[in-house]
Structures are given as structure tokens and as C-alpha cells.
């Protein structure tokens, strides 16, 4: 019999992001109804919720500047509910999305109902808040969750030196692909026809979040010189974010405003057939004030449709994209080495396919989900 499992996190389907996606591959794959997830409400939730495997849980998570702290009702929302499902439902371990704020209910309820709590750890929320009250909570929690879910090398090693936390505590549990939906012998359809892109053009894809320290803004910057050295390249950029307007101002600065198509959300069909259009996938990272890159799922899904990468070498992409055999990896604060990267993988056409056909092979062999629910299934098992 499948255990009772309970899940807490803001971030769940069909909140676009990496995040949001591991959480449903892992939770859909851990069990049925018996898997409990508190998540936040959003546009489209009743209609994703309606046939999906687990039983889902909806609350209204709002954070109110006029009272300090502004999340103050986000965790007593987050309390109240999953405290009763673990009550009622018997639930055999406590899952957190993050370490704030659904770390903290999750080691509350764990505590008061004696189930081991794990946490989810993605790198780039342990290193933004500084060193106040938040980074001083999130230590609290991290440092006595049973579990902790690192989804790399790297934020391994934040966790220890940075965090505090205990080695044997941490668990690498590398994010997933799916191998069969992002897969290189898939119908691309007229994805770049429909967005006003010709058939013969070179295509760079970035997706994520439009912030700068995905480096999308110097990928900008690097076209004109790439048409220059005689690229008949367009950018095409998908998501959403805070840097939009920036990023569609300096496009039209750089007189490559023809040649950049932002185009949001896309569909959960069209994401694959846009992997499949592109010559190469770029999200040449950098460290902002601290705020990095914690492992770039995007990157296994490029590699998973066989498309070579160029990454920036801060964070822990370097789990993602492996230096001169899945892709490059490079300085992404210099746009010149961005500018060659692109170039070379533009210019070698065999060596470009070489690399994307050892980034399908990486991941078949280490980033799908059955070898991580394995994984978590073997430590669910372990009494701490």
C-alpha cells in the first residue's frame, strides 16, 4: 500500500516554472489520491485540478504590506490546512516545497504529528535575502528539517557552508526531463512560421523567467555582433517577467528588434515543437547580488529534444550542462564569449549535433523520473 504523503508549496501546476513542474512530475509519480498537496489558488487551477491524480488542496495565499510580517496569514493559512491533513489523513511524511515559507509549517506540523519533514532545496532562495531575519528563519528551518532535496552539487554546498546544515542530511535528487514528451524525432510543426520567423533562419531559443541573471539581456547584446561575423539568426525568448519591457527596449536600441520575438506563455504542446525549431538553446546565467542560478531545468529539457546549450558557469549549472560535451559554458557577465559560444556552435553544425545528441544520452541515463522516485522512495522509507 502506497503511503499518505502531504505536500506544501506555494508553487505548484499550472504556476508556469521549473519548479511548479518537478513538484506534479514527483507528487503524480509518488502516489494516487493519498498524496495531499496545500498550494496556492491561480487562474486555471479548477480546470488542472479536475482530473489530475492527487487530491489538491486550493488556499488563497496573499502577502499584506500593512502587517509585519507581510505573510503573516500566508503561514497561518498554510498552518491551519495542512496541520488537519496530516491530522485526518494520517499522512506518513511532510514535504516543503521551499524553506520559506512552507519549510517552516512543514517542520511545525512534523514536529507536532512526529512525521519526518523534507525539504525541497533549489539553490537560488538560499542565497537573495541577505543575512536578516529571513536568512536567520530559513537557517532555523533548514537546519532541522530531516531532509533536505538538493537539486545539485552546488546548492550541496551552500547548504553546508553557507546554511549550516549537516552533510548527512542532504539528499542530491537531480531534477527530471520528460524523455518522451521533449524528444528529438518530434513534429515541430509551423511554430516559427506562426511567429513570423522564416524556415531558414538560425534560431537561438532562451526560455525562463525575464530576469538579468539569465543572462537574456546580453544574449541581446550579442546578435549584432553575431549578424556581423554574417548569422542570419533570430532570438526567440519564452516567458515572462520583470525585465520585459527592459529587455524589448534595449532590442530596439540595438536595432535587432525584427529579430527578437517575445512570446510569453506558450502552450504545454508547443513548448517541445519550440526546443525542436531552434539551432541552439542560451541562458548565459550570472551572479546578481548574489541571486544565481540553482540548476536551469530548461537546459535538460534542450538536451532531452537534442539541442546543444550555452550556460554561464555561476550557480549550479555546471550539473546541467556539461563544458564541451553537452553544450558550453562560459563567462555570462562578458557578452564577447557569449558572442563566441553562439558563433562557434552556429558555425560547427556537426559538432553543435554531437553535443545535443550527448545531452539526449546524459539524460536518458540521469535525469529521469524513475531514477528519481527511486530516490525519494528510498529515503521515505528511512526512519531519522
Known sequence: MKQALLMITELFLPTKGGSAVSFDDDFRRLGDKEVHIVTKAVPGDKEFDRNHPNSIYRLTLKRHPWIKPESLFMYLNLFQKSLWLALTKRVQAVFA?????EGFIALLVGRMTGRNV???????ELTGWGRGK????????LQRANWLLANSENTRDTLINLIGVAPERIVITLPTVD???????????????AAGIAANKKLILSVGRLQLRKGFDHTIRALPLLIEQGHDVDYAL????????????????????DRVHFLGHVSYDDLPRWYKSCDLFAMPNRNIDGDSEGFGLVFLEAGATAKPCVSGIDGGTGSAVVN??????ID??????ITKAIDYLLSNPDEAQKMGDQARARVLANFTHQRRIKQLQDHLARKQ
Open 97 to 101: 516545497g521551499r524553506a520559506l515559507p
Open 118 to 124: 523534507l525539504i525541497y532545496a533549489h539553490g537560488e
Open 134 to 141: 529571513k536568512f536567520k528563519a530559513m537557517c532555523f528551518t
Open 179 to 193: 524523455e518522451n514528451r521533449f524528444h528529438p524525432d518530434l513534429d515541430a510543426g509551423n511554430v516559427k512560421q
Open 238 to 257: 519564452i516567458g515572462i517577467g520583470e525585465e520585459m519591457e527592459f529587455l524589448k527596449q534595449l532590442a530596439t536600441e540595438l536595432n535587432v528588434a
Open 324 to 329: 564541451g560535451e553537452t553544450g558550453l559554458r
Open 332 to 337: 555570462g557577465e562578458q557578452v564577447s564569449k
